[in-house]
């Protein structure tokens, strides 16, 4: 019995140190399988940081974000972040500032979010009874209400030219919730404005102008002529319509006209107020281009830009990027009929000067009301 209990002793301990054997190997194996896995979870984590500590960064030194509205009293709920690579390019597009949601557009990006922009203020109906014969699209900002109500008394109303249809359209993006609700009063009384939900800054100009024209071609693409402007530029209406616009009747399919500039060179330094890096626009030249503070298109010109601007990169020099959408779609801008018809600089006011231009830029508002009521009693001292 003895022996057999010695056996059974050494037969034990085998046991044991088999099953203690079995464990180490299985434990062993658990771990090397798991430390690769753990690794790599944390480079994946470390990457996304990294990620958003970079794009985080760019967005705050030149993004340009848009507050969303669902109503001017409300503001969106943000979304919550997920951290993941997957949901990391929409939480960028969705970063909660100031309590609000807003949105990101690019500076330089792969993305382009050009068209996700929705209108807060809009006018959709303004061409269902008469098709206007030019579309005047005034980019603004909301504190400027004395430039809006001056071009209204002058150069910008509508009924300029007997017996030719014109609409004005201011185009604003978004600031604060009281200067919108300012715009929004304002709208009622004078049906004149389109905004959407971006940020209105200076580098937000590109959006702004691709607004106006996306409005023309959803709401009214039969326009014959639509000028783009802005709300400190005097613009000559009746000479426009009588001396340039008209003469082309029927209008052409494709016509672009304004100030135009050639072989311009991108400002590679980043104090300038055009300030272009190499990796937003890396060619050492700019596509001609007309001036953004007044050019001249036939209305069907506007969806081909709108359409452009889906595989056209984002720039906020606005003149440029329009620049680049014709570019895409083959369309060649065209020379004035005189060099001295759209001004980039401000003309010094004489009724017989003022009468055979376009555009002189850089006016104030009581500068439009003096000059328009001048050349409205000048009208024809100075002959044809």
Same mark, same amino acid.
């Given at each position: ?26 434990f062993l ?7 690769p896995k ?20 760019l967005?705050?030194?030149? &993004?340009?974000? %848009?507050? $969303?509205?669902?109503?001017?009293e409300?503001?969106? +709920?943000t979304?919550?972040?997920? @951290?993941? /690579? ?6 960028l597009?969705?970063?909660?500032v100031?309590g609000l ?8 990006s ?5 068209q ?17 014969f030019?579309?005047l699209l005034? &980019?603004?900002? %909301?504190? $400027? ?6 071009i209204? +008394?002058?150069?910008?109303?509508? @009924?300029? /030219?007997?017996g ?6 201011f185009?604003?993006?978004?600031n ?7 715009l ?28 106006g ?10 326009a014959n ?5 802005d709300s ?9 319509i ?10 052409p399919q ?6 135009l500039?050639?072989n311009?060179?991108p400002?590679?330094n ?7 890096p ?7 030249r ?6 953004g503070?007044?050019?001249?298109l036939s209305?069907?010109?506007a ?8 595989k056209?990169?984002y720039?906020?020099l ?12 083959g ?7 005189k060099?001295d018809l759209f001004?980039?600089?401000k ?6 000067t ?5 555009t002189?830029?850089g ?13 409205q009693?000048?009208k ?5």
């Amino acid at each position: 019995m003895t022996r057999y209990r010695r056996y059974f002793l050494i037969s034990w301990r085998c046991s044991m140190m088999c099953i203690f054997l079995i464990g180490s190997i299985c434990f062993l194996g658990i771990y090397l399988f798991f430390i690769p896995k753990t690794f790599n979870y944390f480079a994946v984590l470390a990457k996304i940081k990294v990620k958003e500590n970079i794009d985080l960064s760019l967005m705050e030194r030149s &993004a340009f974000p %848009a507050k $969303e509205y669902d109503k001017p009293e409300t503001a969106k +709920k943000t979304i919550s972040f997920r @951290s993941n /690579v997957s949901s990391f390019k929409q939480f960028l597009l969705n970063r909660k500032v100031g309590g609000l949601t807003v949105n990101a557009a690019p500076f330089a990006s792969e993305l382009n979010y050009i068209q996700s922009f929705r209108f807060v203020i809009n006018e959709r109906d303004i061409c269902n009874e008469i098709t206007p014969f030019l579309i005047l699209l005034i &980019a603004t900002k %909301a504190d $400027e209400k004395q430039h809006r109500e001056a071009i209204r +008394k002058t150069w910008g109303n509508e @009924s300029v /030219v007997p017996g030719i249809k014109v609409v004005r359209l201011f185009m604003l993006g978004v600031n604060s919730k009281e200067q919108n609700e300012a715009l929004l009063r304002e709208s009622s009384q004078y049906h004149d404005i389109i905004q959407q939900d971006f940020l209105d800054t200076y580098k937000n100009l590109t959006l702004k102008t691709i607004m106006g024209l996306k409005w023309v071609a959803t709401y009214c693409g039969g326009a014959n002529f639509v000028m783009k402007t802005d709300s400190d530029v005097f613009v000559n209406t009746e000479y426009l319509i009588q001396r340039l616009l008209r003469p082309l009747m029927p209008p052409p399919q494709y016509y672009f006209t304004g100030y135009l500039l050639r072989n311009g060179q991108p400002h590679r330094n980043n104090e300038s107020k055009w300030y272009m890096p190499k990796e937003v626009y890396s060619a050492e030249r700019y596509p001609d281009f007309c001036s953004g503070t007044g050019y001249v298109l036939s209305g069907t010109l506007a969806s081909k830009i709108v359409n452009a601007s889906l595989k056209v990169k984002y720039i906020y020099l606005e003149d440029i990027y329009v620049a680049l959408c014709l570019k895409q779609e083959g369309i060649d801008m065209v020379p004035p009929p005189k060099n001295d018809l759209f001004n980039l600089y401000k003309v010094p006011f004489s009724p017989c000067t003022y009468n055979r231009l376009i555009t002189s830029h850089g006016i104030y508002p009581n500068e439009q009301i003096t000059y328009w009521e001048t050349l409205q009693s000048n009208k024809y001292v100075c002959g044809k």
